[in-house]
């Protein structure tokens, strides 16, 4: 069995978690509240941003210049795909500028990106890849199980046609096929490390939604720990 479906298979529990959290079905259902998506969409932004630079640190850490170029390529898909999707849906849910700038990562956010930057900075192209591929192939998945939905609300309906749509699944299948060819070569090591980066972004993912859905805030109301993390 390739490392991929490996990994997939050892991760499925928490995925299946995802597919059936209240926020995937009620997006798919259009009865998802409206707050928790906007919720959703500022925490994601900050999500992606870091997402964007953890590729790029993919295409630093590349040994081929092709490669580089495709991390490169991914990192700048994020920015102007991904990325000005969620600009979109900011101006269509009337996010403010105001509110941008007052804008706080809630903890999961953070311990998200934060994960992602440690698996990046400390380990060679897959550790980033294993980090990062839950994310594309997660909601990819999620995409094909909503893609028949049609829910009442447009900007549900633009999210799903995203995930789903063929310009995704291109970017997910390289990645699944890079990560195969990469942990062909490393050590059992290397691939028990980049198994443990995929596992932890699976459960991640899962408490993603969590956080939207329960509109997760810092328990304390300390305005230094607030400041620190609203700068990083
Ligand atoms: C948290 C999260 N994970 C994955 C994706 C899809 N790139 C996303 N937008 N946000």
Redesign the pocket.
């Known amino acids: 069995m390739s490392f991929t479906k490996e990994v997939r298979k050892k991760a499925d529990p928490i995925w299946q978690a995802s597919f059936h959290h209240p926020f995937v079905k009620e997006l798919g259902e259009g009865t998802l509240d409206l707050t928790r998506f906007r919720y959703y969409v500022m925490?994601?932004a900050y999500?992606?941003r870091h997402?964007a630079r953890v590729q790029a640190i993919g295409a630093a850490k590349s040994t081929d210049l092709a490669t580089t170029a495709r991390l490169a390529h991914h990192a700048q898909s994020?920015c102007e795909a991904?990325l000005s999707l969620?600009e979109t849906f900011a101006e269509l849910l009337g996010i403010t500028e105001e509110e941008k700038a007052a804008f706080i990562p809630a903890p999961t956010?953070y311990a998200?990106t934060s994960h992602m930057y440690r698996a990046a900075y400390e380990g060679h192209l897959g550790d980033v890849i294993a980090a990062i591929l839950?994310?594309?192939w997660?909601?990819y998945e999620i995409g094909e199980r909503l893609k028949d939905c049609k829910p009442a609300e447009p900007i549900y309906q633009k999210w799903i046609g995203t995930?789903s749509s063929d310009w995704?699944r291109s970017l997910v299948e390289e990645q699944i096929a890079r990560l195969d060819a990469i942990a062909e070569a490393v050590t059992e090591a290397d691939r028990k490390r980049m198994e443990q980066h995929f596992l932890i972004s699976s459960e991640?993912?899962y408490e993603?939604w969590e956080m939207a859905y329960r509109l997760e805030t810092w328990p304390s109301a300390r305005k230094e720990i607030q400041a620190y993390v609203h700068n990083n």
């Open positions: 925490q994601d999500y992606l997402f994020t991904e969620h956010a998200y839950p994310c594309y997660l909601y995930y995704f991640y993912e993603f």
